[in-house]
């Protein structure tokens, strides 16, 4: 059951801790700031804790997370219990307004139906909520404020923009030390700072936000992945095209974007002839245009048209997260077109596609969610009965591949419904990184047909698949999976090559030129620095292989190499560039410290 925040009201006891802690925040904020209104403050899953709006009508920021949170604790020891009362809408609405607070009165006019409105006391604290709570302050024990972000009230941009105070809370002392020290560990990995570390991409206001710039290291990464998943889906049996980043505004208005999916889409370029262009927020309308170049027969089906494809979707500026949400994106995207006897073998092709993508690229902890529409027809096109049939299309494909899902209900595409892949970041928040669409849809809306064998004109279905997802969102997820240290075949400086001495640099410069010529990337670091500092500084750059050459290394053709677990060989150049080369083709990590 949602609560008068729209937020879920949970019997989890771990939850009900935590919304019992966001009332103890507001409790502490309401005495320490005077006149300050409090809008709401769930309970939330990821990250684990609570948060609580505010409006200060000034600027608050972390310095004063200390402050709030000894109040806290001084409330948590005074022993105030959690005290429940339903009172009549007129005495509610009077109680908050007696308080000055506007937004708790907006919520009852809105979300509160009947005469009772469900309230709970804290001491001189009162909240509009419909609880549970625990019995006092004194059973919260574990506790930490963590930062603080701007929110708008009610997700709404051109409503206030409130202070948003995030913390957590759990059980026991020991629960929340071991919490915050995950913390640390993972803002070690965090694909934004490391992004930024080894010099992968940037964030320029001059640019814009969600709008990252590649650096030639993170390009380099970038251009290896579009290499390897091209390659797979040519062997597939995937057409690759390129299509441009705008179109026509009438053709999102034939697919149903225009109407359905405004709200993510950049405003459209008029020109004075009166003709309309759109940044494409999705790829799929090209490719449909791709598909009607021509009539297609059945034997030309299923029919595989892929494509990197650039999209831009005006994601609001609270939601952009480093490489993970952005504006401009290039997504590893196809179509598929197919009779409905295909359907099925297709659905399956797509889930094994993304399966060894994730095998290679080290995605091994995911999870399926089939998200299905939700009960608001104006959000969604077609019938119910084909929503019924793709819905139970994709179950039975998971489920025939031994594969297990929880069901996201109002996660659907307003196409159709769909397969998401739900991996985590560094820091355990969820979010989708590969998909697998079935839709009745869009065929229809542009009266998509194939000759069937029998000469009759048939309506194909499509299938949408991401299956490596976004190169962004892909590449913030391996920074973080890998915590900067990629695997050889993905590094961009596979070898640094480290001359003992000048009289080396000779040889050094061979090593290197022999590496290149089997396409190994490799730099010379001829700097003169102590040898030791060299290897450091290489490591800090998480090189896959530090080859030091030497007197010794210049007499005998060999290469005295060292990689990023410690282990070292002495062998012959060429067989340093078998060994390298095999590991590069076969897509192989070395072992790590």
């Known amino acids: 059951m949602a609560g008068?925040?729209?937020?879920?009201?949970?019997?989890?006891?771990?939850?009900?801790?935590?919304?019992?802690?966001?009332?103890?925040?507001?409790?502490?904020?309401t005495e320490l700031y005077p006149g300050v209104?409090?809008?709401?403050?769930?309970?939330i899953k990821e990250p684990p804790g609570f948060y609580y709006d505010f409006d200060f009508g000034k600027q608050v920021s972390d310095a004063e997370l200390p402050a709030i949170e000894s109040r806290m604790r001084r409330l948590a020891n005074a022993d105030i219990p959690y005290v429940h009362e339903v009172l009549p809408r007129e005495q509610a609405i009077e109680e908050f307004r007696k308080r000055g607070q506007d937004y708790k009165l907006e919520l009852i006019a809105d979300k509160v139906s009947g005469d009772g409105v469900s309230v709970y006391r804290t001491g001189d604290f009162l909240d509009l909520c419909l609880g549970p709570h625990v019995r006092s302050t004194r059973d919260i024990k574990a506790f930490k404020l963590q930062r603080i972000?701007?929110?708008?009230?009610?997700?709404?941009?051109?409503?206030?923009?409130?202070?948003?105070?995030?913390?957590?809370?759990?059980?026991?002392?020991?629960?929340?030390?071991?919490?915050?020290?995950?913390?640390?560990?993972?803002?070690?990995?965090?694909?934004?700072?490391?992004?930024?570390?080894?010099?992968?991409?940037?964030?320029?206001?001059?640019?814009?936000?969600?709008?990252?710039?590649?650096?030639?290291?993170?390009?380099?990464?970038?251009?290896?992945?579009?290499?390897?998943?091209?390659d797979e889906e040519l062997m597939r049996g995937y057409l690759h095209v390129r299509t441009p980043d705008v179109a026509r505004l009438d053709l999102y208005r034939q697919s149903g974007h225009a109407q359905l999916y405004a709200e993510y889409m950049y405003p459209p370029m008029r020109f004075e002839d009166g003709e309309e262009l759109e940044l494409r927020p999705v790829n799929c309308p090209h490719h449909i245009v791709v598909y009607q170049t021509e009539l297609r027969s059945y034997r030309d089906l299923p029919l595989r048209i892929a494509e990197i494809g650039n999209n831009w979707r005006y994601e609001r500026s609270g939601t952009l997260a480093g490489m993970n949400r952005v504006r401009a994106f290039a997504l590893n995207d196809a179509h598929i077109f197919c009779t409905p006897e295909q359907l099925?073998?297709?659905?399956k092709g797509a889930i094994d596609l993304a399966l060894y993508f994730s095998k290679v690229l080290g995605i091994d902890e995911f999870s399926y969610r089939l998200s299905t529409r939700d009960d608001v027809k104006d959000k969604?096109?077609?019938t119910e009965e084909q929503w019924e049939e793709a819905q139970a299309a994709l179950a039975e494909a998971l489920e025939s591949m031994g594969q297990t899902y929880e069901v996201g209900k109002g996660e659907a595409a307003f196409y159709g419904p769909k397969i998401d892949f739900q991996v985590r970041d560094a820091h355990r928040r969820e979010f989708t990184n590969s998909t697998v669409q079935v839709d009745f849809q869009l065929p229809q809306r542009f009266e998509l047909e194939y000759v069937a064998e029998d000469g009759a004109r048939k309506r194909p279905v499509m299938v949408h698949r991401g299956a490596a997802g976004s190169m962004e969102r892909l590449f913030s997820y391996l920074i973080e999976r890998y915590a900067g240290a990629f695997p050889t075949w993905l590094h961009p400086t596979q070898v640094v090559v480290t001359p003992i001495a000048d009289a080396h640099n000779e040889y050094a410069q061979e090593v290197a030129a022999r590496l290149r010529a089997s396409r190994v990337r490799v730099e010379v670091d001829r700097r003169s620095e102590r040898l030791d500092r060299k290897i450091r500084d290489a490591k800090l750059k998480k090189v896959p292989y530090v080859a030091v050459v030497g007197g010794k290394e210049v007499e005998s053709g060999h290469v005295n190499a060292q990689n990023r677990a410690g282990e070292k060989v002495d062998m012959a150049l060429e067989s340093f560039?078998?060994?390298?080369?095999?590991?590069?083709?076969?897509?192989?990590?070395?072992p790590q410290r």
């Open 4 to 29: 008068y925040g729209d937020h879920e009201v949970s019997d989890d006891p771990l939850q009900i801790l935590r919304h019992s802690t966001a009332h103890l925040l507001a409790a502490a904020v």
């Open 37 to 43: 209104k409090y809008a709401i403050g769930p309970a």
């Open 149 to 230: 972000s701007g929110a708008y009230w009610r997700g709404d941009e051109k409503r206030p923009q409130l202070t948003r105070i995030y913390g957590t809370a759990w059980q026991t002392q020991r629960e929340l030390d071991d919490y915050l020290k995950f913390l640390e560990e993972a803002e070690k990995r965090d694909h934004k700072k490391l992004g930024k570390d080894l010099k992968l991409f940037t964030v320029d206001d001059r640019v814009g936000p969600g709008l990252p710039l590649w650096l030639p290291d993170g390009a380099t990464i970038r251009r290896e992945l579009e290499r390897f998943i091209v």
């Open 344 to 347: 099925m073998d297709e659905v």
């Open 380 to 382: 969604w096109l077609g």
């Open 577 to 590: 560039v078998e060994m390298l080369t095999a590991e590069i083709a076969e897509r192989r990590r070395p």
